[in-house]
């Protein structure tokens, strides 16, 4: 096995990188998954990989307009603030027993061929009495089952879910498909984790199990074509060292990509099938993010601060844009993080890529006026999170999503993958070709380390399977 790894690490958006003596995460900054049968606990077991993790608690404090609520595994504080919601949590924990159990190696859905249902029917049958009695969560939004369990309405519990749904399922309670929904809420509850070194020891540390194992990591190597003939991907050509040269081709039995789907079609160019090339010209643009990376001063951070916080300005106005954030420091046991006495930050919104892309194209002048607009609401709103944090700042990066197409190389510096709504829409792996695979945020469940690393498991048995029939 061989990676082509364009950057000079690994990681990606779940990457960390170096900058004045901080390593800031790129992107990504919570681990989850480790619970006993979770994605990266079925990993570890599997590869025999010892990560460089501490627990955290709490996963997180989320800041809504007067209000403080705590999420951390017992969710106290959750229940305390909103007693009325113990009916909503309690099916929430048992449909997410069911998600995480189907999730287990990897859930063939969609199901892409005879040997793919008959693995999902002997899944669902294992855990018959479950699936039957929750199945219809998996056609509803969480909003019906938010309308089914709570005794009234409650605008401002509906924001609280809506802003952890953003996050972690990439929509709100309208939208986002109820089975998966209440998988995705249920990070906090069972656990998350801090990463020595930041998000990117954790590719870090993949990468060299792989070459223990005797893979091969090539950094540098920037693909920049798929080759295919008669329905098969045949090699790749890559650009490659510091100087980038062009033109080296790389022959590939099998090809696993780690792109989005619109960047897979560009990559195969004349050679991608009609249904990927409908897929990228009909598919809708999903969010970006508007991130900020701090270096800070420790002395000016409130005593005791969580290490992640969500702050949220409004019940009423649309969430992203500067109106929710999320804010991760680094803890302050990890000295590789940042110069002595200070903390590495990374603060992220949802943004509308396309807005960013079209602004820069017609008035640059304006694109870093609202570049400049954007830091600063940003900064004005950490205020309710961590007062007096600014006297300390001594770094301060802001990237739009044109930084993270440039760092990246995703079309559009989209991230994220796409929302799971309805499970009818949901993107499996395949792409028109028997031996080229989709791998990623892009593929159902989508994001998060947890969600990704399901989704890999489920394309290494395809995989496997293909290269042994």
């Known amino acids: 096995m061989t990676v082509l790894e364009a950057h000079v690490y690994p990681g990606g958006c779940a990457g960390t990188f170096y900058h004045k003596g901080y390593r800031f995460d ?25 990560w460089p993790l501490r627990p955290q608690e709490p996963a997180w404090v989320v800041h809504l307009p007067g209000r403080r609520v705590v999420f951390d595994r017992d969710r106290a504080d959750l229940l305390k603030s909103f007693p009325h919601s113990a009916v909503f949590w309690n099916r929430q924990r048992k449909l997410a027993s069911l998600g995480w159990k189907l999730g287990a190696g990897g859930l063939p859905w969609p199901p892409a ?34 309308a089914r369990d709570l005794p ?15 996050i972690s399922a ?13 998988t995705a809420l249920d990070l906090a509850r069972q656990g998350t984790m801090q990463v020595a070194g930041g998000m990117g020891a954790l590719a870090q540390t993949l990468s060299c199990r792989l070459q223990q194992l005797g893979g091969r990591v090539l950094l540098r190597q920037q693909v920049t074509r798929i080759l295919a003939e008669e329905g098969l991907a045949t090699g790749v050509v890559v650009r490659s060292g510091r100087r980038r040269r062009y033109g080296q081709r790389l022959s590939a ?24 090339r409908r897929e990228s010209q009909s598919r809708k643009p999903g969010w ?26 409004s019940v009423d106005e649309p969430l992203g844009e500067g109106n929710s954030l999320f804010i991760s420091i680094s803890p302050p046991w990890d000295g590789s993080r940042a110069p002595e006495g200070c903390r590495a930050v990374t603060v992220s919104t949802h943004t509308r890529a396309t807005d960013w892309h079209d602004l820069f194209q017609v008035d640059p002048v304006a694109y870093e006026a609202r ?13 309710r999170a961590l007062p007096g944090f600014r006297e300390g700042i001594r770094v301060q990066l802001a990237g739009t999503p044109r930084t993270w197409q440039y760092f990246t190389g995703r079309q559009m510096g989209l991230v994220g993958g796409f929302p799971v709504t309805s499970l009818l829409d949901a993107r499996g792996p395949r792409c ?15 994001q998060s380390t947890a969600g990704v690393v399901s989704g890999a498991m489920r394309v290494t048995r395809d995989v496997l399977r293909q290269l042994a029939l």
Not at 27 to 44: K, N, W
Not at 123 to 145: C, G, I, K, N, Y
Not at 253 to 276: C, E, H, K, M, Y
Not at 371 to 383: D, N, P, Q, T, V
């Open 26 to 50: 790129a992107g990504a900054t919570i681990a989850a998954g480790l619970h006993p049968g979770g994605p990266l606990e079925q990993l570890t077991q599997r590869l025999d990989i010892e």
């Open 113 to 146: 061929d005879r040997h793919e249902w008959t693995r999902l029917a002997r899944t669902l049958w294992r855990h018959a009495p479950e699936s039957l009695r929750h199945w219809p969560f998996a056609f509803r939004s969480v909003a019906d089952w938010m």
């Open 152 to 166: 009234h309405e409650d605008r401002e519990f509906r924001r609280l879910l809506d802003a952890q749904l953003l």
């Open 170 to 182: 990439q929509s709100t309670s309208e939208q986002v498909n109820a089975l998966w929904g209440a």
């Open 253 to 276: 039995d099998f090809i696993v990509a780690n792109v989005t789907p619109w960047n897979l079609a560009r990559l195969l160019g004349d050679s991608a099938p009609q249904r990927l």
């Open 288 to 313: 970006g993010a508007f991130v900020l990376h701090l270096g800070l001063d420790q002395r000016f951070l409130p005593e005791g601060a969580a290490d992640h916080h969500q702050v949220v300005t």
């Open 371 to 383: 570049k400049s607009e954007y830091a600063s609401r940003m900064l004005r709103h950490m205020e």
């Open 432 to 446: 028109g070709l028997r031996n080229l695979r989709l791998v990623g945020d892009s593929v159902f469940p989508g």
